[in-house]
């Protein structure tokens, strides 16, 4: 949420809120980083994340089901209400309200998320047409947005799901920018982009092309038959079929050039 600060009943006005949860997840409250002593425990921070990434609040029991699935009610109940304390003092006292039975961060505060901001960024991208400067420029801007996946220091199934999730459309966001440099001529810039992106999901058919068609058009051959190679390889031992036809095809045309 963006805008001017805003002002509690209380009178006071709110602290400014940045959340970057790409990398280990770290916070900053009117510009001064919160540290992890002033969370006191994980599982406040964790919370905070949570909320954050459910906009709309969660009840006390879907809180449970996230933060503590193998803990009993009673249990979980007993650690909620300290955590859900040491997240506010962590923060400011108004930032976590309770509201028709959810719990949701303060829908007034001024609180700034880089994921929600890689989202926008990929929607807008979606709904330009492909190869125009536009959609690649959007996507540039989520790119650089990605430092790191989502809350790797965190280890609860619904951080690993959208983890998952935010990786996967940062793994397109970098094929689709490398086939939008190759079409540009820009090879050197292209191939960067989709080697980062085979470096995280070797499996992606179209990145594996772009790259070929990008060596092939910067005039290097030899680059594109090492691409296929190593795809065809990863493709034969480990699901035990053989690459594409297109990028087969794409091989015999190589061949010509070396």
């Given amino acids: 949420l963006r805008g001017q600060r805003s002002t509690p009943a209380s009178g006071l006005a709110l602290p400014r809120v940045e959340a970057f949860a790409f990398g280990p997840g770290s916070v900053t409250v009117d510009g001064r980083e919160v540290r992890e002593i002033e969370w006191r425990s994980k599982k406040s921070k964790e919370l905070f994340f949570y909320l954050l990434s459910h906009r709309r609040g ?28 040491r997240l506010r003092r962590a923060l400011y006292s108004d930032c976590l ?26 929607s807008e991208a979606g709904q330009l047409p492909r190869g125009s400067a536009g959609r690649a420029s959007r996507l540039r801007q989520a790119v650089a947005l990605y430092r790191g996946t989502f809350l790797e220091d965190f280890y609860s199934e619904w951080c690993e799901t959208l983890r998952r999730e935010l990786e996967s459309q940062y793994v397109r966001a970098l094929a689709s920018l490398g086939g939008y440099h190759a079409a540009s001529g820009q090879y050197a810039m292209a191939i960067e982009l989709l080697e980062k992106c085979l470096a995280i999901d070797s499996y992606q058919e179209d990145a ?29 031992s480990e699901l035990a079929i053989e690459p594409p036809k297109r990028m087969r095809e794409l091989l015999l045309t190589v061949a010509t050039k070396v």
């Fill in 58 to 85: 969660a009840t006390k029991e879907q809180i449970f089901e996230a933060l503590w699935p193998e803990w009993s009610p009673d249990r979980c109940n007993t650690c909620f209400h300290p955590t859900a304390h």
């Fill in 97 to 122: 309200s309770f509201q028709d039975g959810r719990y949701v961060l303060h829908p007034g505060g001024d609180i700034h998320y880089d994921v929600e901001d890689f989202g926008k960024l990929i």
């Fill in 208 to 236: 594996q092309y772009e790259l070929m068609n990008a060596h092939l058009l910067a005039g290097n051959p030899g680059g594109a038959v090492q691409c296929y190679r190593r795809y065809a390889d990863v493709l034969r």
